[in-house]
């Protein structure tokens, strides 16, 4: 039947088309075959294996199903903790208590250990105890912030999560963007999901390394898509973007034409002459720049001693940065666009299949490139729920705001295949 053939065509390419929804989607098409889909139909018994084949089969679907499967089941009390809780050691509120549950629920072994005898003796207490501050710390630490022990709001969304209903709206988008994806995601891979500020080296089924990452603010997103890793670059060149040079640069050269020079930058007409930057009327341009600006490899460097490329139409790669405090932070959007890497020797090495010590020896002999001859796919990834290594699906803030756009287009969608009674 008709209705047959849609479930699988959703199941495996999604119910709504991506690339329609905003330019930062970026997914090749996934043609359903439904002369294929018919035949198969006609000759089989088996509709519902053949229907559940069609859905993505990677271990990060079937964990995300189980988890939307347990959520829709449990008739658990909602904890509610004010999300703008602010509590410091030695103060009190009413609040405390609930949060110290949701820890002593999701303890694991080695925090149990640590922790257990403090969580029962003072789990009910309203006075946030000095002896309770290493516990936040700890959990804090597990979730990636700083372990700084005070709470704030950070700390509870991160603790309390979202309500049960947000947790299911968060696992069906996670759910639908799988579909979006290659059925099978690759091994080695590369997977940066954007919510969690992480980038993973993923290879046989093992996180050989996970990093911190900056990523795009929220006037300069970073892109959802995925691509293939193709070249290490070592000591790069920095070709600065027009809307740089645009917006950020030419204030300050209109009335300081010559600092691009100081700076280590080199300018370039039309036809590919450098020019030094002092000699540039620079009050004579606008919008439109017809110089190329480009900054020279040096520890000043936007993009540090290296970057990874994969060439995409969004001009988006990771990089190392000068600017290592940002990875001090917990919140992470801070970049024009391109992901920042607090490890970029180590992702390195990884798809190039070596070792650290061989990428600081490159490091050595200044600007030199080198391909990656694996075939080593990397997916720039926006997932606000996601299961890690063991399959528990962790949650994350929705920095940008697209899981509520995106549910809109499923319940639209929804809405217009319903028919009306």
């Not at 954007?194 to 996970?210: C, H, M, R, V």
């Not at 930058?265 to 720049?289: C, F, L, M, N």
Request: hydrophobic letters at 35%; one cysteine or more.
């Amino acid at each position: 039947s008709a209705r047959v053939l849609r479930y699988a065509h959703d199941a495996q390419s999604g119910r709504v088309d991506p690339n329609r929804m905003t330019g930062y989607y970026d997914f090749p098409a996934k043609p359903f075959d439904l002369e294929g889909a018919l035949k198969t139909l006609a000759h089989t018994q088996e509709v519902r294996t053949y229907l559940e084949s069609r859905h993505p089969q990677n271990p990060e679907y079937q964990a995300l199903r189980v988890e939307l499967e347990a959520l829709e089941a449990s008739e658990e009390n909602e904890i509610v903790v004010d999300p703008k809780l602010l509590l410091k050691p030695g103060e009190s509120s009413p609040e405390l208590p609930k949060l110290l549950t949701l820890i002593a629920r999701n303890l694991d072994d080695e925090m149990g250990g640590n922790y257990g005898e403090v969580l029962a003796r003072l789990g009910k207490s309203e006075v946030y105890d000095p002896e309770l501050v290493p516990v936040i710390k700890a959990v804090q630490q597990r979730e990636g912030m700083k372990g700084d022990g005070v709470i704030g709001p950070r700390t509870v969304a991160l603790l309390a999560g979202a309500s049960k209903a947000d947790r299911i709206e968060k696992v069906k988008v996670a759910l639908e963007e799988l579909r979006w994806m290659p059925s099978d995601l690759g091994s080695p891979r590369v997977f940066i999901n954007q919510p969690a500020f992480t980038a993973s080296y993923i290879d046989s089924g093992e996180e050989k390394l996970k990093t911190r990452v900056v990523i795009g603010r929220v006037t300069n997103q970073t892109a959802f898509f995925y691509d293939q890793i193709k070249q290490v670059d070592f000591h790069p060149y920095w070709g600065v973007p027009q809307s740089i040079i645009v917006n950020e640069m030419l204030p300050r050269l209109r009335s300081d034409p010559g600092y691009l020079d100081r700076a280590g930058y080199e300018v370039t007409d039309s036809r590919g002459r450098q020019i030094p930057s002092s000699e540039v009327d620079w009050g004579a341009y606008g919008s439109k720049i017809p110089f190329s600006v480009r900054q020279q490899p040096s520890e000043a460097n936007a993009l540090g001693e290296l970057k990874i490329l994969f060439p995409n139409k969004h001009a988006i790669y990771m990089h190392d940065t000068p600017q290592k405090s940002f990875f001090a932070r917990d919140m992470r959007a801070l970049s024009h666009g391109c992901v920042r890497l607090q490890d970029p020797r180590g992702m390195a090495a990884a798809v190039l299949g070596t070792s650290v010590d061989d990428i600081a020896e490159k490091l050595k002999h200044g600007h030199s490139t080198e391909n990656v001859t694996r075939v080593i796919p990397v997916y720039v990834a926006y997932f606000t729920a996601w299961p890690d290594m063991s399959g528990k699906v962790e949650y994350f803030d929705d920095v940008y705001d697209r899981d509520s756009k995106l549910m809109q287009a499923l319940d639209a969608t929804e809405a217009v295949r319903t028919p009306s009674s």
